[in-house]
């Protein structure tokens, strides 16, 4: 199977940028890295599930949910296994546990944790 480990959240102010990566090894049925959709999801205390943004698996077509187009740009590098999530200007209520997934998660009845592969999240926290 496939192990997802997010990093590079933190506590940052309004306004300002982090960069999250999320470093994937195993190998699932043969499959590697660079043949997942891949997409960041995140969870806000006390609410349940949000898609954040996607990536194909060529990392040539990429999608963001309105709250975060014009702020936020996913990425990856399929050499070094690894996605990628710059985000800059951030708001108090980008403040949560984000998490990368396998698969392209714009469908909210695949934002279960029970589907694909997920990381453990990492958290954000924005806040003056």
């Known amino acids: 199977e496939i192990q997802l480990v997010e990093s590079g959240g933190g506590l940052v102010q309004p306004g300002g940028s982090l960069r999250l990566s999320c470093a994937a090894s195993g190998v699932a049925s043969g499959y590697t890295f660079g043949f997942y959709d891949m997409s960041w999801v995140r969870q806000a205390p006390g609410k349940g599930l949000e898609w954040v943004s996607s990536?194909?698996?060529?990392?040539?077509?990429?999608y963001y949910a309105d709250s975060v187009k014009g702020r936020f740009s996913v990425s990856r590098d399929n050499a070094k296994n690894t996605l990628y999530l710059q985000m800059n200007s951030l708001k108090t209520e980008d403040t949560a546990v984000y998490y990368c997934?396998?698969?392209?998660?714009?469908?909210?009845?695949?934002?279960?944790?029970?589907?694909?592969?997920w990381g453990r999240g990492t958290q954000v926290t924005v806040s003056s």
């Open positions: 997934a396998t698969g392209d998660r714009r469908i909210p009845s695949t934002l279960q944790k029970t589907i694909g592969y």
């Open positions: 990536i194909d698996n060529g990392g040539s077509t990429s």
